[in-house]
């Protein structure tokens, strides 16, 4: 049953290499894949060699599938690869220059350097609509303020992750644009009901929905209005019934991490993943709290027992990420050194980057 569960599940490691605790776990959990940090990152080199040490993992684990290997790059203070990679500007540059060409090449620029060395999903592009000037968390994370603006970017931002073969993630789901508290720190609640998210928040999603985009991560965030029990991550009617039924979105739907305090405050840590599952979510995501993943497995091993999960349920997800991975992962090992080299920092990208901050649109851009 674990190596059912294991497929489900993303971790975060500890270091830039990996222990031997850290590797056994992976194996003989078959888990799904690794978020990476900055406690992860040193230098181009180091990132690739620790790709190829978790790539390598798969030939000892029973799917024998690739792993996910995810990091959150958006450009401005949300961005993991510091130099030599190329260094981006927010997202808002994006919304005030508002060249959708621009945004094809902002992200598909910055995914053949993730690719170079190996990384495989960003989780990105951000498609808040930042509609609360005091709203820190997003702020300049957010193309616009305007939702035809952000969904007018979403498809080019998506599409740029996608030719450089890269797993874009659209994020966070229904909009965190408007709340005033840190889910690191605590649960936003929102008063929005469901005509308001129609009409401005899920604007972009749906944009996003027609743009190919096949990953997409909830925020843990509460709308009693639309459900008075449970916040997004945790909850049917937005997994299901909104995003399933309505918006009739058919790819994977992933977790935001689920020790973030949002949750963590408010609910028993081995309720949290076997409802997240109930509710519609494919993959769980534990980021920073080592102990998490395998009290994770175990209360969904503990859910399936008690007939809270079917095991047959579980089956088909394991089965839906396997297909996923086949499709969308056919190239898991980093480039040769000497060719990663030779994009990581390239000089159409520092010259993009620099126009875009500036607020310029670089004349000689290929129009796609």
Not at 274 to 284: H, Y
Request: hydrophobic fraction near 40%; charge should be neutral; glycine fraction near 6%.
């Amino acid at each position: 049953m674990n190596k059912l569960i294991g497929q489900l599940v993303m971790i975060g490691v500890s270091g830039k290499t990996l222990t031997s605790d850290e590797k056994k776990f992976i194996v003989e959990n078959n888990i799904s894949g690794v978020t990476l940090f900055s406690r992860n990152i040193e230098s181009p080199q180091q990132v690739r060699q620790l790709c190829i040490e978790l790539q390598s993992l798969r030939h000892q684990m029973p799917d024998k599938a690739p792993l996910f290997i995810a990091i959150d790059m958006e450009g401005g203070r949300v961005a993991r690869l510091k130099e030599p990679f190329t260094v981006w500007p927010p997202m808002k540059k994006l919304g005030d220059l508002d060249n959708p060409t621009v945004s094809f090449h902002f992200t598909n620029q910055m995914g053949l350097e993730l690719k170079s060395v190996g990384i495989n999903l960003d989780f990105s592009p951000c498609l808040d609509v930042f509609t609360n000037p005091k709203n820190t968390v997003i702020g300049d994370r957010a193309v616009s303020t305007d939702p035809e603006v952000v969904a007018k970017h979403s498809s080019a931002l998506i599409r740029g992750f996608i030719k450089a073969d890269v797993i874009p993630c659209a994020k966070h789901f229904p909009g965190h644009g408007n709340t005033l508290i840190d889910s690191h720190e605590d649960l936003p609640v929102e008063n929005a009901d469901k005509k308001r998210l129609d009409e401005f928040e899920l604007v972009p999603f749906k944009r996003a929905f027609r743009s190919r985009i096949d990953l997409i991560m909830t925020a843990h965030m509460k709308f009693p209005n639309i459900d008075p029990d449970w916040p997004v991550t945790l909850s049917e009617i937005f997994l299901k019934k909104i995003l399933r039924e309505e918006c009739r979105y058919r790819g994977l739907v992933i977790t935001d991490d689920l020790d973030m305090k949002a949750l963590a405050k408010h609910y028993d840590p081995k309720v949290i993943p076997v409802r997240a599952l109930q509710a519609g979510a494919d993959i769980l995501l534990y980021c920073n709290e080592p102990d998490s993943p395998p009290k994770a497995i175990e209360a969904v091993v503990e859910g399936v027992a008690q007939g809270q999960l079917d095991k047959k349920y579980i089956e088909s997800l394991h089965l839906k990420i396997l297909n996923y991975k086949k499709e969308k992962i056919k190239n898991p090992d980093p480039l040769p050194w000497d060719q990663a080299m030779k994009i990581i920092g390239h000089a159409d990208h520092l010259k993009l980057s620099a126009a875009i901050a500036q607020g310029l649109v670089p004349q000689d851009l290929v129009v796609e």
